[in-house]
């Protein structure tokens, strides 16, 4: 099999949704896992992305607030 190499980002650095986008898609992977059978890596992967909210929650907060 041959390894496949990361080229580069696939969200522009700058894109202040970024956290959001990375949350949903461990939702989506944790719901895989947990229909493979691998409770703990689902368990694990909601951790994850809990965090991610909250640092999407606290990016819309300190843009809102610049903004104001």
Do not use: E, F, H, S
């Given at each position: 099999m041959t390894e496949r190499?990361?080229?580069?980002?696939?969200l522009s650095s700058t894109d202040d949704d970024a956290a959001e986008h990375m949350a949903d898609a461990l939702t989506y992977l944790s719901r895989a896992a947990a229909d493979a059978g691998y409770d703990a890596?689902?368990?694990d992967?909601?951790?994850?992305?809990d965090k991610l909210n909250l640092l999407a929650v606290a990016g819309k907060a300190?843009?809102?607030r610049a903004n104001a």
């Open positions: 190499v990361w080229c580069g980002p696939t890596v689902a368990a992967l909601i951790i994850v992305r300190d843009r809102k």
